[in-house]
Nanobody, 123 residues
C-alpha cells in the first residue's frame, strides 16, 4: 500500500530552477527518513539529498550542495527538493525514496521508491 508519487519535473534552461515534490501514502511518514536520488540512462543511481524523519538533519551530495535544498512537511506527507542554478549535468530522472530503519541506506527490502519524475536542463 505504500506509494511515493513524484511531481514537478520538466524542461528548464541552464541557470533556472525547479521544485520537485514527493507525496507519500500508506506509511507513518514522520517515522521515515526520506531521500532524493537521480539516474540517467547507462549510469548508476546517484544520491542527491536526504532528510531525517523530523526534518532536523539533512545532507547533500557534493555536486548539488549549495544549489539544492531538501525539506519536508510531515503534516502533508510531503518531501520537496528545491533545485536552483541548474546545469545540464543535473538532467536525470529523479526518484523519491523512504527508509524506516537506521542506518537508512535506501536499499533492499526496507526501502520504498517512487516512479520518478524527469528533469531536463538545456545547455
Amino acid at each position: 500500500q505504500v506509494r511515493l508519487v513524484e511531481s514537478g519535473g520538466g524542461l528548464v534552461q541552464a541557470g533556472g530552477s525547479l521544485r520537485l515534490s514527493c507525496v507519500a501514502s500508506g506509511l507513518t511518514f514522520r517515522s521515515y527518513a526520506m531521500a532524493w536520488f537521480r539516474q540517467t540512462p547507462g549510469k548508476e543511481r546517484e544520491f542527491v539529498s536526504r532528510i531525517s524523519g523530523s526534518g532536523g538533519i539533512s545532507g547533500y551530495s557534493d555536486s548539488v550542495k549549495g544549489r539544492f535544498t531538501i525539506s519536508r512537511d510531515n503534516a502533508k506527507n510531503t518531501v520537496s527538493l528545491q533545485m536552483d542554478v541548474l546545469n545540464h549535468e543535473d538532467t536525470a530522472d529523479y526518484y523519491c525514496a523512504a527508509d524506516r530503519y537506521y542506518p537508512h541506506i535506501f536499499a533492499g527490502r526496507d526501502a520504498y521508491w517512487g516512479q520518478g519524475t524527469q528533469v531536463t536542463v538545456s545547455s
